[in-house]
């Protein structure tokens, strides 16, 4: 505190004292809208996220925030403006102006808020985006800051189906330069987001996670190209974003030093689409041995118990595992190329008959996709699945010999035994007989031990061919741990400590002449309330 020519009893001191304690607690309790306060150009506040590993459960985790970040070059890292990016991310992910999104920008001191018009779309290209305007001053110059929270996470199957659609269909006419569908869906919006900059000063804050961070960068890329007056501010953060475009379109990283990409090494999401893509930018190391070291306390900190925090503990081997799976796809489709080229396959099946499927890689992945989010069909029933799990031995030895001798009427023989097999197991599943044929061609090395030697026990032999699809069954969680909300939060929250309470400064006006000291406290308890420091 700034020292002043007053002097106060022992008892004035520890009064005042006595009220900074209480209202430093008192503040931590306040939500988001009624408890966002500003000291020294920060606000702080709590707000609503929502969990990604348990869905539908949410968090009410603390921010803080300052105007003053978008006065600084968008180029320079800014591991703050990352954390209450991502914060912002976890709560925008509904389409109600009343949700936490909106709510969370209201406590940044956003005067106009909203949601983009796409939230009922049915469109297959376009994305959804949370959105915030207010006006900031520099030397005497007013800008319009803009906030941009593209959508990934949703509850509804439309919009699920229309994000896993989106990740997979990478080409276009073009196999090269950026990822098709992402390119379509930041250029689909662009207009809408130009049009709340307006015509002045304005500063872009662009921001998503997993696909919507795959929107984000490519959104921030675009900008400037499209509304002139945005070079020099956009201020663009990412986080677990899958690839964007190729190296070679992508070309130098201080050209986009301004989007600022944040990636774990361990999760698959980032890996994908493979064939050397990368993105609009610069990369920053997310999971690191600090980050990993204060990842159980930060968790802890966000309200998870130990269960929680231990099922939120990602593996050594994860990564590894990560790279496996997405090398054993390489060898399949070794070129974004081949990717979407069309191929016709032709063999003889175990009746003698001559079958032939026409198909792209990228075509029967995104229906693969449609038909899993789309919601069409009934949960999987385990104990089914369990007690006639040895009707699945021919299909396994029959994709198992597919795989070891690269035989396509062995994969054909495994996938009509799983077509009349998973209906049972999963009811309104509508997967072809083709649909699984392709499926199992591109994942067949990732399902089966090829050289495995069976025993004469169906239900051992088909469970110890499929011992890697049990070993990825069992690691799904984890090779998804880095990609969750809670997780990503967590990690930044190492990276970006709340400001140290001794580099905010209180100052209390000297009492007028005659004023009496009793008014001291008063001052103390109305400076604190400025200062909205927290606990």
């Given amino acids: 505190m700034k020292r002043q020519e007053n002097s106060y009893t022992c008892r004035e001191v520890r009064s005042a004292l006595i009220l900074l304690a209480a209202l430093c607690m008192i503040?931590?309790?306040l939500p988001?809208?009624?408890g966002a306060s500003e000291s020294a150009?920060?606000?702080?506040?709590?707000?609503?996220?929502?969990?990604?590993?348990?869905p539908g459960e949410t968090y009410r985790d603390s921010y803080y925030y300052t105007d003053d970040w978008f006065l600084e070059k968008p180029e320079k890292r800014n591991d703050s403006l990352a954390l209450v990016s991502m914060q912002l991310a976890a709560a925008a992910v509904t389409g109600n102006?009343?949700?936490?999104?909106?709510?969370?920008l209201k406590g940044l001191g956003f005067t106009k808020t909203g949601i983009s018009k796409h939230f009922n779309s049915k469109d297959p290209d376009d994305s959804c985006f949370t959105w915030g305007?207010?006006?900031?001053?520099?030397?005497?110059t007013s800008y319009t800051l803009v906030a941009v929270v593209i959508q990934s996470y949703a509850f509804d199957s439309t919009t699920k189906k229309k994000g896993w659609v989106q990740n997979f269909a990478v080409n276009g006419e073009s196999t090269e330069g950026e990822h098709a569908a992402f390119s379509l869906a930041a250029e689909k919006v662009i207009d809408e987001i130009m049009n709340l900059g307006g015509s002045g000063p304005v500063r872009y804050w662009i921001m998503g996670q997993s696909r919507g961070g795959a929107v984000a960068n490519l959104l921030a890329k675009k900008l400037p190209e499209k509304q002139r007056s945005a070079a020099g501010g956009i201020y663009a953060y990412t986080f677990e974003s899958p690839a964007t475009v190729d190296k070679k379109s992508a070309g130098d990283s201080a050209r986009y030093g301004y989007i600022h990409n944040y990636l774990c090494n361990d999760d698959l999401v980032t890996m994908v689409p493979p064939w050397g893509m990368t993105r609009y930018g610069v990369q920053h190391a997310l999971r690191t041995k600090k980050t990993d070291n204060k990842l159980q306390q930060e968790l802890e900190r966000l309200g998870l118990n130990e269960e929680k925090c231990s099922t939120l503990t990602p593996s050594d081997?994860?990564?590894?595992?990560?790279?496996?799976?997405?090398?054993r796809l390489l060898q399949r489709i070794p070129s974004r190329k081949e990717y979407s080229a069309r191929q016709t396959d032709t063999f003889t099946d175990q009746n003698g008959q001559v079958i032939t499927v026409s198909y792209t890689w990228q075509e029967k992945l995104c229906r693969l996709m449609g038909v899993l989010f789309g919601g069409n069909f009934g949960s999987v029933d385990t104990d089914t699945l369990t007690d006639r799990l040895g009707e699945l031995y021919p299909a396994a030895e029959a994709l198992a010999k597919g795989v070891k001798n690269n035989t396509d009427s062995d994969f054909w023989t495994a996938a009509c035994i799983c077509s009349r097999f998973l209906p049972v197991v999963v009811?309104?599943?509508?997967?072809?007989?083709?649909?699984?044929?392709?499926?199992?061609?591109?994942?067949?090395?990732?399902?089966?031990?090829?050289?495995?030697q069976p025993e004469g026990d169906e239900y051992t032999d088909t469970m110890s061919y499929l011992s890697p699809t049990v070993i990825l069954v069992a690691a799904k969680d984890s090779l998804l741990l880095s990609h969750q909300f809670e997780t990503v939060i967590a990690r930044l929250k190492t990276l970006a400590p709340e400001p140290a309470l001794e580099n905010?400064?209180?100052?209390?006006?000297?009492?007028?002449?005659g004023d009496s000291r009793s008014t001291a406290p008063k001052a103390l308890e109305k400076a604190i309330r400025k200062t909205g420091i927290p606990a």
């Fill in 133 to 140: 305007k207010k006006t900031i001053t520099s030397g005497g």
């Fill in 317 to 327: 081997l994860t990564g590894e595992l990560a790279g496996n799976v997405v090398t």
């Fill in 504 to 513: 905010i400064a209180v100052t209390i006006p000297e009492p007028a002449a």
């Fill in 32 to 34: 988001a809208e009624a």
């Fill in 41 to 54: 150009g920060y606000r702080f506040g709590t707000a609503d996220i929502h969990s990604t590993q348990w």
């Fill in 427 to 452: 009811p309104g599943l509508d997967l072809t007989d083709e649909d699984l044929y392709v499926l199992l061609k591109l994942f067949g090395s990732n399902l089966v031990d090829p050289e495995y």
């Fill in 27 to 29: 503040l931590t309790l």
């Fill in 97 to 104: 102006t009343k949700g936490a999104g909106c709510t969370f």
